[in-house]
């Protein structure tokens, strides 16, 4: 339709073979990247005929720093175009949107630079122009603060913005994600969380080890084993994905277990098919009996993937910790099964994650145990690796007890974050997306609707940053009326990154009967515990440029 | 003179605010300027080829192709770049429309306002709009920190950047320093600026100016990373030492210095003493790889597997590293017993836990636990016999009885049922055991005694 003729993943070198007059480059404003445009403009043959013209488009926006650069390169004069497209928000699902910029919480928390702020508060605009203006502000942090600024001079400055919709959102919740640094950190219980952790979910698409997914021809055994990871997408288009995925795990297997039953059955149906009317029905149901029967099978090997691993004696011992830290046990001295791991060499990533969450739940560890569990990881995986647990410090997670009292087991009380009795299989609290611990993110969002944060006042203080509201005005015709039964609407936008389990959380309030609202989330990037500590490492090989 | 500009400028306020209109520049032909049928046209006919060669599904879908299969495109890449597509971002984003006539393009210096009138707030909003502005008026530093102060309020960070990049060329360090200590966003916005574009020196003496000493020292340490040659980087990591740090960091960094200087050491020595051919180890067990900036575990281990029996005074004697990174003791005896067990050094293994009291009496001990070595030694394939000594040590009952039977280390199983006189798990463990072996003798006579008893 547009005569786009190929599309090309970028990667330095030449160019790859193809009959176009136009090259363009669609990229997000990172160096790096500039780096490998500079190297595919220079290599491209000048001699041949015809010329091609190269054209850059930046996503979310231009960025100086990178245009500077190429100029540095000398390339930038090849550019005919340069321009930006502000694609701010993607939609992931019917009720999630993401920036998917991985470096926003680095940037807004490490180095004090809100540039992703700014296009956080762009996104919140454009979805004001198609979804109405958002009449009540909820925030918490200083991000939020930020964010709600840049949003109320924005709309100051476009006067002309103020449209004729009637609002769909009722409320917006800003988060920063430091007021709540514990749950990310904590290994996710979902099925959905489970394939993040341990396959890492990339734009709704997650690859998996081919070997399950091998189909079983009669008589072939194992001569093809496929070599490629099989590769899937995971969203709510799919049925039987859009009723497991939030689900606790131990309560996936009887949901797929009665599937199985009622596929069967519909298949058994065509031996009950007499007439021509009910074959040819049979038939008509064929192509969707068939959809779900592969959608059955995917996810009953995947279940067996995961399964393997949560059944695993590691995976027992590190839950068994991670639980221990959050319902407060021992979170003040230092960890026989983290020293273990340490000494084991286990990957430093998962000791980095246990290590900050005991942090976060004793509100910073005591010196002489910061320095122990320091002094261990710098001799067992390199001295370098100061830089890293620097920044750890920096963002909060790993560092020392200033203030001499921990304020967590205050918060986790009053919020009641950790629950005993939680119910894996018929859920009745969001406490069961982590089996026992209540996300405090989504805590506060559902604490917000009902009773309202004035309960709250003294746990809030303890969290950082200002919390606020602000009012937007609606004109007089578009106010809403809500009619009786009907939900409010909540947008609750996680700045720094929000976990599919906070994700399914939310989605269990808004299925709640007499719940009262229904939320729809945003954040910067989708994360897990692992992709988030790695955005905070320091990158430790020189760059290749 | 000044008011035929002020005219002039009023004028070009209404010319050149074109971006609410979507003013698209059209050729005589009626092709808009700078689509790609425009291009096309005037630049090279090959492009026919390309065009007739195309899938006639095509063809059918699109009426512009069956009449002129050559040469109108109905799309434009101008009309794409405008936002067609996303009629609503237009309303709120900052970038204007710009003209799209790359080969018409003006010169750059018209693009350039010639008056000297703009404001600093205006500037900085024509910057937002994504105009090219020379800020090279701003001549007083006042000028230029309101400036940067309407900047920085407009939360724009493309126009913050371009701002401090004007500034830093202009202004002297210490003004500019001075000024950036009281802006905080703008300070991080160059802070990141520097560290992004690699510019260590400026960024280092910044961070001396804000007295941010600590940060000074971890940015220099980071640029260890890039020094390839090892001497070098042994060299820079020793200046590093005086750096700022704080005193738990700079003991850190210290051990970081002498543990690369030994390294340096030992592999010079233990790479003469492989190609010499000499020594049974390094035959037998020819290395990987070279030791250079490994961690000090990894130093550890490699120390305990070629150099064991070195006496504390070399350089690469597991004894000398234990004294020198005051490693403890659990550390050590993991390490050399993960290294000996792989050797197969049995009488090493016993020798590292065995500790003679003063009357001259031997006796197993262990600063970790006893069913961990009894892993280490099972993922080394240790005998039973071996295997067993420990299995018999490890303290909790349960835990034992389970490695002891999961290894088959029958003697331990058959202790230990005796000790807690289970005559029916004894009699059930019977038929684990080889018949006729010596164990079902064992079993046979401790149930006997059993029953007398």
Redesign the interface.
Same mark, same amino acid.
């Given at each position: 339709e547009h005569e786009v003729e190929k599309m090309f993943t970028l990667k330095p070198g030449r160019l790859p073979q193809a009959d176009v007059k136009n090259i363009i480059f669609f990229v997000r404003p990172k160096l790096e990247l500039m780096d490998i445009i500079t190297d595919n403009v220079l290599r491209e043959d000048r001699g041949r005929s015809p010329q091609r013209d190269f054209h850059i488009l930046f996503v979310p926006r231009r960025s100086l720093l990178c245009e500077q650069w190429l100029k540095e390169q000398g390339v930038l004069g090849s550019f005919i175009h340069r321009e930006q497209y502000s694609l701010d928000l993607i939609p992931f699902d019917g009720d999630l949107l993401s920036m998917e910029s991985e470096s926003a919480f680095k940037e807004c928390y490490l180095e004090s630079d809100q540039t992703s702020l700014y296009h956080a508060a762009k996104g919140l605009m454009t979805l004001q122009a198609l979804y109405g203006t958002i009449p009540q502000i909820f925030g918490k942090g200083e991000c939020a603060r930020h964010v709600a600024n840049m949003m109320i001079r924005m709309k100051r400055e476009f006067p002309g913005s103020q449209n004729s919709i009637f609002p769909v959102f009722d409320t917006l919740l800003l988060l920063d994600r430091n007021v709540d640094l514990l749950t990310p950190l904590a290994t996710q219980l979902t099925y959905e969380g489970l394939i993040d952790e341990i396959y890492g979910i990339q734009n709704t698409y997650v690859k998996l080890p081919p070997e399950k997914f091998a189909p079983k021809k009669q008589g072939e055994g194992g001569k093809d084993l496929p070599t490629e990871p099989k590769k899937l997408q995971l969203n709510s288009a799919e049925e039987l994905y859009a009723e497991i995925r939030d689900k606790n795990f131990n309560a996936v297997g009887s949901v797929l277990s009665k599937k199985a039953k009622i596929i069967s059955a519909a298949f058994e149906e065509r031996h009950h098919a007499k007439t021509v009317g009910e074959i040819k029905q049979f038939v008509s149901q064929l192509p969707h009996m068939q959809a779900a029967r592969s959608s059955l099978a995917n996810h009953t090997s995947i279940a067996e993937l995961i399964k393997d691993i949560t059944t695993s004696e590691d995976f027992f011992d590190n839950l068994t910790v991670e639980q221990e830290f959050m319902s407060g046990i021992d979170t003040d001295k230092v960890n026989n099964y983290i020293e273990d791991c340490i000494a084991q060499k286990h990957p430093l990533i998962k000791i980095l994650r246990l290590v900050c969450l005991q942090s976060v739940c004793n509100s910073g560890l005591k010196q002489k145990v910061l320095d122990h569990y320091k002094r261990e990881i710098l001799q067992t995986y390199g001295y370098e690796h100061i830089l890293t647990l620097n920044n750890l410090e920096k963002a909060g997670l790993l560092k020392p007890q200033t203030s001499g009292r921990n304020n967590y087991p205050t918060i986790r009380k009053t919020l009641r974050l950790w629950m005993d009795d939680v119910n894996e299989q018929n859920p009745n609290d969001i406490s069961y997306v982590y089996s026992g611990y209540a996300p405090l993110s989504v805590r506060l969002a559902q604490l917000l609707a009902r009773p309202g944060w004035r309960s709250i006042e003294e746990v809030l203080k303890m969290l950082p940053g200002p919390h606020f509201e602000e009012r937007q005005q609606l004109p007089t015709g578009l106010q809403k009326k809500r009619q009786h039964g009907e939900n409010r609407v909540t947008l609750v936008f996680f700045l720094g990154g929000v976990t599919y389990a906070e994700i399914a959380a939310l989605r269990f309030l808004s299925q709640m009967e007499d719940g009262g609202t229904e939320y729809v989330i945003a954040t910067t990037k989708l994360i897990n515990g692992t992709s988030w500590i790695k955005s905070l490492m320091e990158k430790l090989e020189p760059a290749p440029f | 003179l000044k008011e035929s500009k002020r005219a002039v400028n009023s004028l070009r306020d209404i010319v050149d605010d074109d971006d609410d209109d979507d003013l698209e520049r059209v050729s005589w032909s009626g092709e808009p300027v700078g689509s /790609?049928s425009w =291009? /096309?046209k005037e630049?090279?006919s090959?492009?026919t080829s =390309?065009l007739e060669g195309r899938d006639s599904s095509l063809q059918k879908?699109s009426s512009s192709y069956a009449a002129f299969p050559k040469q109108v495109?109905s799309?434009s890449?101008?009309s794409?770049?405008k936002g067609e597509l %996303?009629l609503?971002?237009s309303?709120?984003?900052d970038?204007g429309v710009k003209n799209?006539a790359?080969e018409l393009r003006r010169p750059k210096t018209e693009y350039k306002d010639y008056s000297s009138d703009w404001s600093p707030k205006d500037t900085v909003r024509r910057m937002q709009r994504?105009k090219v502005c020379s800020l090279e008026r701003f001549r007083s530093l006042q000028d230029k920190l309101v400036l940067l102060d309407e900047a920085v309020a407009g939360?724009?960070?493309?126009v913050i950047?371009?701002v401090l /990049?004007f500034l830093k060329r202009t202004l002297r360090r210490e003004i500019l320093f001075r000024e950036l200590e009281v802006r905080?966003?703008a300070l %991080?916005?160059l802070?990141?600026?520097l560290k992004?574009?690699g510019e260590q020196k400026l960024l280092l003496d910044l961070l001396r100016f804000l007295d941010r000493t600590e940060e000074v020292a971890?940015s220099q340490?980071?640029e260890?990373?890039?020094i390839?040659d090892v001497e070098k980087r042994r060299e820079f990591l020793k200046v590093c030492i005086g750096l700022p740090f704080s005193a738990?960091?700079t003991s850190?960094?210290q051990?970081?210095y002498t543990?690369l200087e030994r390294q340096i050491i030992i592999e010079a020595n233990d790479r003469h003493l492989e190609t010499a051919g000499q020594s049974e180890i390094f035959r037998k067990y020819p290395r990987k790889a070279s030791i250079l900036?490994?961690?000090?575990?990894t130093t550890l281990f490699y120390s305990c597997f070629y150099h064991y029996t070195e006496a504390e005074g070399t350089f690469s004697s597991p004894t000398n590293l234990k004294k020198t990174?005051k490693?403890p003791d659990?550390?050590y005896v993991?390490t050399a017993l993960a290294a000996r067990a792989k050797l197969r050094a049995w009488d090493d293994v016993d020798a590292l836990f065995t500790t003679k009291n003063w009357l001259g009496y031997t006796k197993k001990k262990a600063p970790i636990g006893f069913h961990?070595v009894v892993e280490i030694l099972q993922r080394n394939n240790a005998p039973v016999q071996v295997l067993q000594e420990y299995v018999r040590l490890v303290e909790d009952v349960e835990t034992r009885l389970n490695l002891a039977t999961k290894y088959k280390c029958h003697d331990v199983v058959i202790e230990t049922y005796r000790d807690l006189k289970d005559r029916i798990q004894l009699t059930a463990y019977k038929c684990k055991v080889e018949r006729g072996s010596a164990e079902e003798e064992k079993i046979n006579s401790i149930l006997n005694n059993m029953v007398r008893n």
């Open positions: - | /790609i =291009s /096309i630049t090279a090959s492009s =390309s879908g495109s799309y890449l101008s794409l770049f %996303c609503f971002f309303v709120f984003s970038t799209y790359p994504g939360h724009d960070g493309n950047t371009a /990049i905080q966003v %991080c916005h802070i990141h600026f992004e574009t971890l340490y980071r260890h990373l890039n390839q738990e960091d850190h960094i051990d970081h543990l900036n490994m961690p000090l575990v990174f490693i659990k550390q993991l961990r």
